[in-house]
């Protein structure tokens, strides 16, 4: 797997790729990589590399200039991001580029690996009341960001549930909440929610100093990979069809 400490430029990557002949696979980034560095080893005879490009605007781009590059062995593992609330737009619609199904990649790995299962029951009920706290904010900022607004889904939890809460959620003048979203994203929140946020209001729970078994994301991630889920699975075999291996 090649790293790089500095974000690759589209013309970086696309570099790179024209002087292989490997069957490879273009990802995002770290937590990614941490997914697929088992991935890459059990396929490893195959001559299969993974390359982390540093960001999903990079790898969206070397994806819209893939024709660019003579290697026909190539295939794009991203993030849905804010398409997972409407559809794929049909340039991305493709065998040679594979969507996580929920929000993100640690969306997918939170559903295979059922994270909320390490909650104690009492941590389960604060849980419960961070999360409700946090979609009654996510959703008006998602309805606003979806409508074109200035307006960002990715403030830390600990922002958003602390004493500014309320402004957080205030309305603009005739501006309606909107209850029907929100209780969308309730219902389906481990798909739906951005999964590094979702991460971190989990680990306001898991990550307690005072917990006898503490836990991070990448040990959550880690063990959702060895755990052989569905959906990250469904992804692995899209991925190795489409190249040819396996």
Known sequence: MTRSHVNLTPDDVIALL??????????EGDLDA??????????????L?????????????????RDEIQNGRLVFFADRDAWVYSQLPDAYVSSSIVFTDG????????????FEQYLYASEKSAFSGDLERFVEWYALAL?????GEESSISLNPHHVLGPQHSDLVSLKDGEEYPQQLKSIIVADHSRLIRGKSLLKLLLLQLGKSSRAARHSAEALME????????????????IKAELGVG
């Open 143 to 147: 309805e606003r960001m979806l409508g």
């Open 34 to 47: 941490l997914v697929f560095r088992s991935f890459e080893e059990e396929n490893s005879l195959t001559g």
């Open 49 to 65: 590399s993974v390359l982390p490009v540093g960001g999903r605007t990079c790898l969206l781009e070397v994806f819209s200039r």
């Open 223 to 238: 063990v959702a990979v060895n755990g052989n889920g569905p959906l990250l699975q469904d992804a692995f075999t899209r």
């Open 18 to 27: 024209k002087r292989s002949q490997l069957p490879t696979v273009v990802i």
């Open 103 to 114: 929000y993100s990649i640690e969306n997918d790995a939170y559903r295979d690996g059922n």
